[in-house]
């Protein structure tokens, strides 16, 4: 007995020498992705339903994590974490089949060292909320400006190289994420292969090869510095995920996506182009729920159809943490004034507070709803520039006609109207040199520190007429204001706006140049724009700019 027990010490201290040699051997950076694999010892007939992996890993100070692996077809488990603290990680699996030795009871580790690199995905960590939730911030604390870009079909079906090259010049343009679908779009699955993210019938099945196309072109999103946000379930259309699928499916799916993605930089959008209001509330409650109920380390929002506003619905919601919405593509006055002092210029004011992001304003290059007219460069900024100031600023999406539907030549968007030229057409525009501008003005100012400010103004130039609405914003301590005018013309403003002298500048956003426009005192001033195109107005105490 005695001996047994001895060999038993000896093999048990073997094997714990072996993990420490390998966890010493193995290392990953800060905030980068760690992967291990994993192989079952049986066959199981509907692996993503027949059996569950989690693995629990233990920091350098002792905090323990689980996530989930995902079954990555045939016999193999995979599990992905990104490590937040430097310094020496295990970890250990636990499986819903305690007697699959291959899945469970396995144990491993790894050493986290610092990063080292420029790439600010893994320099500044995942995205968070900041402390008064009324914008981003990066693990480190610094803000995160969210410019984002609506390539909703381009993981689905771009090819690898041609995503490198969008990737690399949106992240030279400014941008700062990516918005993207990973699975059945309307029903367009449309991979490079055609093949569908999943098979509802016969028990519901995951097609794993669908997604394992797609890591590489997720993986990519970071790796060229950009934050990837996926929409997880698409919700328009019948045969969209999102619709189509019973809520314990939509679910599964969801969390399996989390699995698979979760160890990203990503910023969740739960689904997509739907209706969240009334009786579908509650399903879309559960769903959040059941998803991210026990895993919430990235953020998570909803892209609801445009304009239609559900923070209300979800605001409670502990996986809720900020509002997206789209004002859309509409130019009747109705849907104008819904984006100047409908519920995003009101719904900030209201408690829990949220983060507010405009995640589809006008595309570049789109026919409108109502007058079918296409959209340029000066539609879009006025869109992007309302969106950021009717609420406290967190940021913007841009989109572009030929980018979303990722076409490799001009044609019409499924279940659109009007010709979309292709995707390379599209990467280099009016529009998007508009952004870069936007990006470089509002990188010159605490962004973060300003809140809407109706009151400045002595008179609303776009009172009876929203294509002149002026919105306006300013920093609680009156040392910066900003004004936004779609079409030039004087501006009034009431006294005292600074709460010492300052200057006043004008920048052109179709140019990127400053012009100055004098002097701020604290009695009432006025100040006529350059010309009748768009233009910002910047006022700061003490003429520092």
């Not at 559960?286 to 619905?313: K, Q, S």
């Not at 002595?458 to 009876?464: H, I, S």
């Not at 910066?480 to 600074?498: H, N």
Request: glycine share 10%; net charge neutral; aromatic share 12%.
């Amino acid at each position: 007995m005695t001996s047994t027990l001895a060999i038993i010490l000896m093999i048990l201290m073997i094997a714990s020498l072996c993990q420490d040699e390998c966890a010493a051997t193995t290392q990953i950076q800060k905030y980068a992705v760690f992967e291990t694999a994993f192989e079952s010892d049986r066959d199981y007939g509907n692996p993503f339903r027949d059996a569950s992996l989690n693995v629990k890993f233990k920091s350098p100070s002792g905090k323990e994590s689980t996530v989930e692996a995902f079954w990555d077809g045939g016999r193999t488990w995979r599990a992905r974490f990104s490590p937040d603290r430097v310094g020496q990680w295990s970890w250990r699996t636990k499986c819903s089949d305690a007697a699959n030795t291959g899945l469970n009871g396995q144990r491993g580790g790894f050493t986290c060292t610092a990063y080292k690199g420029s790439n600010p995905v893994y320099r500044r960590g995942v995205v968070k909320l900041s402390s008064d939730r009324r914008y981003f911030v990066c693990a480190d604390g610094k803000p995160f400006f969210w410019l984002a870009d609506t390539a909703w079909n381009g993981v689905l079906r771009a090819k690898p190289a041609d995503w490198d090259r969008y990737l690399a010049a949106r992240r030279e343009q400014g941008f700062t994420a990516i918005q993207f679908i990973c699975t059945q779009w309307r029903g367009l699955a449309k991979d490079a292969k055609g093949e569908t993210a999943y098979t509802e019938g016969d028990g519901f099945r995951i097609n794993p090869s669908f997604f394992q196309r797609m890591d590489g072109k997720v993986a990519a999103i970071n790796e060229h510095g950009l934050v990837a946000s996926p929409v997880m379930l698409w919700a328009t259309g019948q045969f969209s995920p999102g619709v189509s699928l019973p809520e314990e499916d939509a679910i599964k799916l969801g969390r399996y996506i989390a699995a698979r993605w979760g160890a990203y930089n990503v910023v969740w959008i739960l689904n997509g182009d739907g209706g969240y209001v009334g009786e579908n509330a509650e399903r879309w409650q559960h769903i959040g729920r059941g998803i991210f109920g026990d895993r919430h380390d990235r953020l998570v929002t909803m892209h609801p159809g445009g304009p239609n506003w559900c923070a209300d619905e979800f605001r409670e919601e502990k996986w809720y943490d900020f509002i997206g919405y789209q004002s859309g593509h509409g130019d009747s006055e109705d849907s104008l004034w819904w984006q100047v002092i409908g519920p995003p210029a009101q719904g900030w004011l209201k408690s829990p507070p949220c983060p507010i992001v405009d995640l589809e304003p006008n595309y570049e290059a789109i026919q409108t709803y109502h007058s079918r007219t296409v959209i340029e460069a000066d539609r879009v900024r006025r869109a992007l520039y309302w969106s950021l100031l009717v609420a406290p600023t967190a940021g913007v999406t841009y989109g572009h006609n030929g980018i979303w539907p990722w076409g490799e030549k001009p044609e019409v968007p499924l279940n659109h109207s009007g010709i979309a030229p292709s995707w390379h057409e599209s990467v280099h525009t009016e529009g998007v040199v508009s952004v870069g501008h936007l990006k470089k003005l509002f990188g010159s100012i605490p962004w973060w520190r300003l809140r809407p400010a109706q009151e400045l103004l002595a008179a609303q130039p776009g009172d009876k007429d929203p294509l002149r609405f002026v919105t306006v914003a300013k920093t609680d301590d009156g040392t910066l204001a900003m004004l936004y005018m779609p079409k030039g013309g004087e501006i009034g403003l009431r006294g005292k706006v600074l709460n010492r002298i300052g200057s006043a500048r004008w920048f052109n956003p179709r140019a990127g140049v400053w012009k100055a426009a004098g002097i701020v005192k604290d009695a009432d001033i006025r100040l006529s724009a350059p010309d009748d195109h768009d233009w910002v107005l910047i006022l700061k105490a003490d003429g520092k700019q």
